[in-house]
């Protein structure tokens, strides 16, 4: 992992009992009267998933927070137990007040998505806050984005850039992204895009979808690293097999700027063989080739074969691309002056015009 700068790994003085808002001193938010959890039955086997929810929510009862986390996992999931959001937050926030720290990562999530009580923003950072303190990486990123958003919290991009940034230390990809992305648009620290690729190359290489699109984004317009159209669709197709649903529309636009970019103009096609044919067949025929042209004309020759007519020098000799069967659809899409790219094999020349078969129509 890329050392990040230290001014935004300074580290938030903020431990269990902090307020998040910048208010001091911090109040305890109100809480929703004690829910108890179910009583054990009197006899036990520990083997039953019943009896040990049962044998959890004691020892969470007596004060023990890392069964109150596990039992509220499993009301939480409905592991083992009836799925109920209500003992799960009950047992989570005795997790929290006990110091447990992943519990009250849990209980922030809750509480902000209102889950099973009333959304709070603003007692989901603190929450949050406790988490970040006891080492939750996840909740580090979390409490960054409220402060980002302003939301529960008076809004702080440089804050949120330290939590974004503690949150990528610790391997979490999300903050790392996000910490690329406020370097990228210089938001609560100095612009710096240099910068902003490492850490979204760390995004990427953790398997965040995310990452790997804005790095895409970087190599394809060439802001802040140099142009480089391949490595940007690599990172395109990673991000899109990531489930990132921009990384596949970007993958696709791209895609078909660097078929664009590479393919050969048909109208120079035709002047090498206008040129000299037998130089041109010894470079081009028989070979696959991308050409990008002007459509003159669609039409179908004898044998009912679809032929794209793309325009020549020589109005009256266009270049003669026969489609396959197979893109009969895009054929017929196909108007006359419309810009298209196409992948062929060259078949020489008939009567000093060039000759693609088995094309496909790649995009206009």
Known sequence: MRIILAVVLLALACSQGCDPTGKSPAKPPPTAPIRPLPPTPAVSTGNDPGDMVALYAKACELGDPQKCLDVGGMYLDGKGARQDDGL?????????????????????????????????????????????????????VSLGRLYRDGSGVRRDSARAVALFAQGCQAREALG????GHMFAEGKGVKRDVKRAVGLY???????????????????????????????????FQKACALGDKVGCQNYESNRRVQLAESALDAAELWREYDGNEVAADNRWKGKQ??????????????????????????????????????????????????????????????????VLRDCTVEGG
């Open 289 to 354: 080739i991308t050409v990008r042209g002007t459509v003159q004309g669609i039409t179908k020759d004898f044998t009912n074969a679809i032929i794209v007519q793309l325009r020549s020098p020589n109005d009256f000799m266009p270049t003669s691309a026969y489609v396959k069967e197979s893109e009969a659809e895009k054929a017929a899409s196909l108007r006359k002056r419309q810009a298209i790219i196409l992948t062929c094999t060259c078949s020489g020349a008939v009567m000093g015009s060039p």
């Open 201 to 235: 190359s760390d995004a990427c290489d953790a398997n965040m979808g995310g990452g790997c699109n804005n790095l895409g984004v970087i190599y394809a317009t060439g802001k802040g690293a140099a142009r480089d159209i391949s490595r940007a669709l690599a990172l």
């Open 88 to 140: 799960a937050l009950e047992a989570f926030r005795r997790a929290c007040d006990g110091g447990n720290a992943k519990g009250c990562g849990i209980l922030a999530g809750m509480v902000q998505m209102g889950r099973s009580t009333a959304k709070d923003e603003a007692r989901a950072a603190l929450h949050h806050g406790k988490a970040c303190a006891g080492g939750v990486a996840s909740s580090c």
């Open 176 to 179: 790392c992204f996000f910490v």
